[in-house]
């Protein structure tokens, strides 16, 4: 084989590989379950590993609760909108506690003029409305103790507890409230 033939082959071949290396090198973490760190005071062994990174992002198109359940950690979903003025207050609350509790609790918000479908199973009937599920998988009981209303929707054929809900914007102490009662430490 002549040097010419065996340049066309080998400079297509690194160039292959040097492409591949830089794919490699900026996506080898991306991949990979990230882990979702605890506050800095918290332990090691409190580490959770994500089965999906979606799982813990707060904005989503859809919810399975089947999926979210597994973590065992409360739930906290919010049905909104992007357009809606409560809902628009309640974002930036939303965002801050999702980066907060990573690893303590699950904070999702659905955008039901967008995506309509993520809240046909729900009891929704304004936005914002939140719907709240303890780390067992059960509705939460709200205590005595705070002032919050809260609706409690059961299922007719069993009477069982279906759903624990609240219609309408909530503040951040409301929401640290809330995530408290459920058993949250901050």
């Known amino acids: 084989m002549d040097k010419k033939k065996l340049l066309k082959v080998i400079i297509p071949i690194c160039l292959v590989l040097i492409v591949a290396g830089i794919w490699i090198f900026k996506n080898v973490n991306r991949g990979s379950d990230p882990i979702v760190a605890l506050p800095e005071n ?3 062994e409190n580490l ?12 989503t198109t859809s919810i399975d609760l089947d999926v979210l359940k597994e973590y065992s950690l409360p739930i906290i979903i919010d049905y909104g909108a992007d ?15 999702n980066a907060e509790m990573q690893g303590k609790a699950i904070i999702k918000f659905v ?3 967008k995506n309509g479908e ?26 005595d103790d705070l002032q919050i209303k809260f609706d409690m929707y059961s299922y007719k054929n069993t009477g069982e507890h ?12 409301q929401m640290r409230a809330i995530l408290t009662d459920m058993g949250v430490d901050e």
Not at 83 to 97: G, H, N, R, Y
């Open 42 to 44: 918290k332990g090691a």
């Open 48 to 59: 959770m590993t994500p089965k999906n990174e979606e799982d813990f992002v707060l904005e």
């Open 83 to 97: 357009s809606c003025i409560p809902c628009k207050e309640m974002a930036p609350v939303l965002k801050t506690l």
């Open 111 to 113: 955008d039901v003029w």
């Open 118 to 143: 993520a809240a046909k199973d729900f009891p929704i009937q304004v936005i914002p409305t939140q719907v709240f599920i303890n780390a067992d998988g059960k509705p939460y009981v709200p205590s």
């Open 162 to 173: 279906a759903f624990t809900v609240h219609q309408g914007g909530l503040t951040e102490d």
